[in-house]
């Protein structure tokens, strides 16, 4: 978010002030500290680019990618990918240089799109670690969900919308109501980046109930994990006092028998999957097989099974911690800091350390590919085929279990 004008504690004092501050930085730093920072955005801009197309690509080549809760990690792909390539590389020569160069028309789009991606980011998070919340915690509603509400491009078309209104009718209207604008000719930030009450209302709904609610389903996760784990051994693998029942579950693949699960998302619909018929020959005939070895096969069966999902949920479980680590590091500092120089118009916090926490909240959009794919499976595997084609090849070629 946003953008928001580097000398921006020079309001009204005119282009002499606002050419006397570059990235927070007076102009009198070597023209070397200049090229290392131009270097440093850059590079940022590019691994932000780069990660988020190697996300984009491996979905669109790998059809077992495309499934409810990988298109989320698609929707936060494409934000992400947007910031690098749109976002960072006009805010690079204004941060360089105090000035804004491309007209106000072009500042106008530059901001909407700045505050659309990086809210749009923050939401898919939500979205992602609310997907995980249900597919760990209740995951026999999560598989039956039917209808339009579970419809992932529903859910994907709304977090654009919300991230929308939040910020950009200010962005474009705010100077109209107010009849005058505040921002300089030659600067390039909203117009209400002096106002608190704003500000504090726009920060709260986009950070602080994101980052509530992250943590609310991280917790439940961890204690929904601990509870299996404490009861698994008595309640989970109770073997069946029916012998008719015994026989309906006897369809489920032994163990050794059953392939992996696609990715750890999938451990919602490994115990579903396992009640359809897989191979007729794993049940023997009535007439062939006594009750109690019936019972013991199912034992046997059901606890592996569920012992897989447990641990498939425990990656998620971490998976999801990490992610509420890093989101709070990116954007807590950036937005206490938006909310305090609010307050105090600018004089209590110096320029240096706001864009530090500004390019802190567009770090988080590099990180993302590597936070989220790369905690699973099959996105990993999918990265192999793309960079490393021939040691994938080997890989498959090895009957390394892959999938």
Partial sequence: IHIQGVSISFLGSGTAAADAVSLGLPLRFSLGVL??????????????????ILVILAFIMDR??????????????????AVGAFCMPLYIPYALTGTWHL????????????????????????????????????????RAQQGITSNPVVKMVAIWVFALLLYCPAILFWEHVAGHSVVAADQCYAEFFDNWYFLLCASTLEFFVPLLSVAYFNVHIFHDIQRRQRHGSTQDCEPPRSSSLSW??????????????????????????????????????????????????????????????????KKIAKSLAIIVCAFAICWAPYTLLMIIRGACQGTCVHNSLYEITFWLLWLNSSLNPFLYPLCHMRFRMAFMKILCPKKFATLRSGNTPSF
């Fill in 35 to 52: 090229v290392l920072l131009a270097f440093l955005m850059v590079l940022l801009a590019l691994v932000t680019i780069l990660g988020n």
């Fill in 248 to 313: 309906r579950f006897c369809f489920l693949p032994r163990p050794g028998e059953s392939s992996p699960p696609t990715e750890a998302e999938d451990s919602v619909s490994s115990l579903t999957r396992s009640w359809r018929p897989a191979v007729m020959g794993n049940c023997p005939s009535p007439t062939q097989t006594s009750p109690t070895a019936l019972k013991k096969d199912f034992s046997v069966s059901f606890c592996s099974r569920t012992g897989s999902k447990l641990q498939r949920d």
């Fill in 64 to 81: 077992n990618l495309r499934h409810r809760s990988n298109y989320f990690f698609l929707n936060l792909a494409i934000s992400d990918f």
């Fill in 103 to 142: 007209g106000r028309g072009l500042c106008k789009i530059w901001l909407v799109m700045d505050y659309l991606l990086c809210t749009a980011s923050v939401f898919n998070i939500v979205l992602i670690s609310y997907d995980r919340f249900l597919s760990v915690t209740k995951a026999v509603s999560y």
